[in-house]
Structure formats: C-alpha cells, structure tokens
C-alpha cells in the first residue's frame, strides 16, 4: 500500500501482490566479490551426499541468492559441497570448493503480516518527510506486539552494481530508523528488525527491470513486511 495525502496527488494508494517462493531469509546468499573485474561468468556446482549435483549459472554479478528448495527439493535437509567455478577474462578455470548444510524452510502454522512500500527520490537513501509521518502515523500502529519487521531495499540495474547494493542497505536502515524512532516514542521495546539490501537483484525484486515503468518504481521502492507467529 502506498501512502500519499491531499487532492492534488499523482499516485493514488496502491497494493501490491508480490509472489515469492519463501521469505527471504529462507534463501541461501553465494557470493563473488570482485567478480565483475575478475571473471567473465562465473557458475557454481551443488552436489549432495549422495552425489548428486545439481548446476546454476553462468552469472554475470557478484551475488546471487536462490530459494533454499531450488537445491533441497523436497528433502528437510541436506550435506552440500558447493564447487565454484570461475571463468576469467583471458579464459582461464578458477575453482573453489566449500562444504555447507542446508535446511528446508517450512511455512509457520500461525502467520499474519501485512506488506508497505516506501519509493525513494533517485539515488537517495533518506525518505522524504511524506514518508516518515507515513511510518510513524500509518504502519507503526499496526505493528503487533512481539512481531517482526522484515525491511527490503531494491534499486534498478542502472548503475555499478556495488554502489546499488551499498544504496539498498542504506535505505533499509533508514527506515528501520525512523520506526524504531518511532517506537521508542511510544515506549515500545517489544519489536524485532531483519534489514535487507537486495540492490538491482531482479530474483527479489517485485517488478522486472526491463521497461523504464518497472525500473521506477523497483529503483526507488522499499519494501516492509512485519508478521506475528504463533
């Protein structure tokens, strides 16, 4: 839903429906620091207890996250022996092999969480002053005692992709601060955070990058989900 007052507005509130396998920290995060300079593509090989394996990529950026059952399937866990494989620029095999146990990720019996957005000026990591009233006066309320504030940070594909990752998490945490700003006001001490910078990662993203409407709105959007579990 997002928030905008007065008659003269541009956007009127909107929701958004968003599909996604598993929350995102259900997902398994593989990284390639200094990719972009060192590797014309990289892939990686997963392969299981039973030998097995399983083959993502080839991949352009330095990071890269994948639901956990997309490697699990339907098993509740599992021993894995990650191969990454690196091509450089003058076509030579870089390898490097990491052991790693994963567990598959199950929905809770109890879960209720309602979905904000906040969209940020271009290349910006502080809200505008819309945006704070917005949390303070609209979402913060509606925070359940003991719940969760799950904050994703997006941006679009333009630009180096370092500096979009880095600008996805300043902006997270910009609104993890106005909310917890904003609790403490009200004496509130009960809420947990999970901050998130996604940067131009379309596989977490809500909308595609592909036209310039869609690289709008994921470039400047932040997303808040906050649930309670019983």
């Known amino acids: ?48 207890d039973k030998g097995i394996v399983q083959a993502f990529g080839p991949y352009q950026r330095e990071s890269v996250s994948l639901p956990g059952k997309s490697i699990l399937g339907t098993r509740p866990g599992g021993h ?16 490097k092999e990491a052991a790693v146990d994963m567990v598959l990720w199950t929905p809770p019996t109890n879960e209720e969480g309602m979905r ?8 910006e990591s502080k809200a505008i002053s819309i945006y704070e009233k917005y ?3 609209v979402v913060i309320p509606k925070i359940p005692q003991g719940g969760t504030v799950i904050v994703h940070g997006h941006t679009d594909i333009i630009g180096d992709e370092t500096y979009n990752q880095k600008l996805s998490m300043e902006r997270a945490n910009d609104v993890k601060r106005i909310m917890e700003n904003g609790l403490s006001r ?4 009960d809420v947990k955070f999970q901050v998130y910078g996604s940067g ?29 579990t019983n």
């Open 1 to 48: 839903m997002e928030f905008q007052t007065g008659p003269e507005v541009f956007l009127k509130p909107v929701e958004y429906t968003a599909v996604q396998e598993a929350p995102y920290d259900s997902y398994v995060n593989f990284y390639v620091m200094g990719a972009n300079e060192a590797f014309s593509s990289w892939s990686m090989d997963i392969k299981d």
């Open 116 to 123: 904000f957005s906040v969209i940020y000026e271009f290349n």
């Open 186 to 189: 009200l004496g509130r001490n």
């Open 200 to 228: 131009e990662d379309e596989s977490m993203s809500p909308f595609d990058n592909n036209y310039p409407e869609e690289r709008f709105t994921t470039g400047r959007l932040l997303l808040i989900l906050f649930r309670a």
């Open 135 to 137: 949390l303070t006066d």
């Open 80 to 95: 894995y022996t990650v191969t990454m494989i690196g091509k450089t620029k003058t076509g030579k095999i870089v390898k």
